[in-house]
């Protein structure tokens, strides 16, 4: 019986643990996940990448659309510098039909995105990261073989007017690992939409 409630609560504790999604300086995992191009993508098929710029994404959250440029712009400034960005559409179709995978390879097209815009089918890698928000951004090193979160949270502080912007969280990140050193800003809150899952 003891054996049985060690178990048990050992089960809760890992159960919880995973609940929380990951901190910085975790190991993220991986993913195959199908690309608007119907290909099948893996963070592990980045072979010469340095790290990434993993964005829980979607199509009709007003805070993404705000933030859509400024994700365009991201990639295209760090991806020739070895750190991508994967957008990742987690938001159950079912709940908001805006966000089904024909209408993510619809947006894709007409916002020409540079970047992979990646279908989290089942709905099952949000919750190994801890995404809450879209968007909700997690900055990934790239060690060997191992991917470890180096940042948590916004693009920046004001996704209302990107003129008005102060910190640019994820560049500031992402330069300080360019430069070999750890970002001075390790975490900030995402603001946006919920993720949406059936009720």
Request: with cysteine; net charge positive.
């Amino acid at each position: 019986m003891k054996r049985l409630i060690v178990i048990f609560a050992t089960t809760l504790l890992a159960t919880s643990l995973f609940a929380q999604g990951l901190k910085v300086g975790d190991k993220a995992p991986d993913f195959r996940l199908k690309n608007v191009d119907g290909k099948i993508v893996s963070l592990s098929d980045y072979s010469k990448a340095k790290g990434f710029i993993v964005i829980f994404s979607c199509n009709h959250c007003p805070y993404v659309k705000a933030y859509e440029d400024r994700m365009i712009d991201l990639h295209k400034k760090y991806e020739p510098k070895g750190f991508p960005v994967i957008a990742i559409n987690s938001n159950d179709p079912e709940v908001v039909p805006e966000d089904s995978f024909d209408k993510m390879v619809e947006r894709a097209k007409q916002k020409l995105f540079p970047f992979v815009y990646l279908f989290d089918e089942g709905q099952k890698v949000y919750p190994q990261y801890g995404a809450a928000r879209t968007p909700h951004v997690f900055v990934l090193s790239k060690q060997g073989k191992e991917f470890i979160v180096e940042y948590i949270g916004a693009i920046d502080d004001n996704y209302k007017d990107p003129s008005a912007v102060k910190e640019k969280y994820v560049e500031q990140a992402v330069d300080a690992l360019l430069s070999g050193k750890k970002p001075s800003t390790t975490e900030t809150k995402a603001v946006g939409c919920s993720i949406k899952v059936k009720k």
